[in-house]
C-alpha cells in the first residue's frame, strides 16, 4: 500500500505575528495603509496608538496568507482595518 502524504501543517507564527495576534485579541485595532504596510495598534477605549517597529508590510501578508486576519473598511478610505478572521 502506499503512504498518504501528510498535509502540510502551517509553519509556526513568528514572535512579531504572536505580539501583533494578541493585541488584536485584547482590544486593539490593527490598521495599515491602503498597501498594507506602516502598521499601526490602536486602543478602541482610549485611543491609545502603538506602532510595532518590528512588523511591516510581509508580516500583515504573512497572517492574511494564513487565514488569521482579514482587511476592513476603515475610518478612511486610505486605511485599511484588519480584523481576526472567525473559525
Not at 495599515?32 to 511591516?56: F, M, W, Y
Amino acid at each position: 500500500m502506499a503512504k498518504k502524504k501528510a498535509a502540510n501543517p502551517l509553519p509556526k507564527l513568528t514572535k512579531t505575528e504572536q505580539d501583533l495576534l494578541s493585541h488584536i485579541q485584547r482590544g486593539y485595532e490593527l490598521e495599515t495603509d491602503s498597501l498594507g504596510g506602516k502598521p499601526v495598534l490602536r486602543h478602541l477605549k482610549d485611543n491609545e496608538e502603538i506602532r510595532p517597529q518590528s512588523a511591516n508590510r510581509n508580516t500583515i501578508k504573512a497572517l492574511e496568507q494564513r487565514g488569521l486576519i482579514s482587511p476592513g473598511k476603515g475610518r478612511d478610505p486610505l486605511i485599511i482595518v484588519w480584523h481576526l478572521k472567525k473559525k
